[in-house]
Nanobody, 119 residues
C-alpha cells in the first residue's frame, strides 16, 4: 500500500521555524513531482511549494524567501523548511506526490500535519 507520511508540524511563535518532512513508501517505482499544499480554516487548499525530480522549485508568492522545499530522491522524501513564520501561515499542511507505483501513475496525498503560528 502506497503511503505518504508527514511529520514536523506543531505550535510555534511568530518569527520561528519548523521543518516538515514527508516520506513516500510502499510499491513505488519512481516519484515525479512532490509538493506541499496547505488549507486554513474556511479557505481552499493552496499550493505552497513544489519540486521536480531534477530539483526545479516553485513557490507561492506569500512564502517566497521564507520557505524552502527540498527532496532526497534516494529516500523518496520531501522537506519544507519554514522560516520567519507568520500567524497567517497557520494551516493544515499536506504533502502531495505524483508517483509511478505497482498500481500505475497516480497522485497521492498525505494525511496532513497541523502548523499553528501564534502571534
Amino acid at each position: 500500500q502506497v503511503q505518504l507520511v508527514e511529520s514536523g508540524g506543531g505550535l510555534v511563535q511568530a518569527g520561528g521555524s519548523l521543518r516538515l518532512s514527508c516520506a513516500a513508501s510502499g510499491g513505488i517505482y519512481s516519484v515525479n513531482a512532490m509538493d506541499w499544499y496547505r488549507q486554513a480554516p474556511a479557505k481552499e487548499r493552496e499550493l505552497v511549494a513544489g519540486i521536480t525530480t531534477g530539483g526545479s522549485t516553485k513557490y507561492a508568492y506569500s512564502v517566497k524567501g521564507r520557505f524552502t522545499i527540498s527532496r532526497d530522491n534516494a529516500k523518496n522524501t520531501v522537506y519544507l523548511q519554514m522560516n520567519s513564520l507568520k500567524p497567517e501561515d497557520t494551516a493544515v499542511y499536506y504533502c502531495h506526490a505524483n508517483m509511478l507505483t505497482y498500481w500505475g501513475t497516480r497522485d497521492y496525498w498525505g494525511q496532513g500535519t497541523q502548523v499553528t503560528v501564534s502571534s
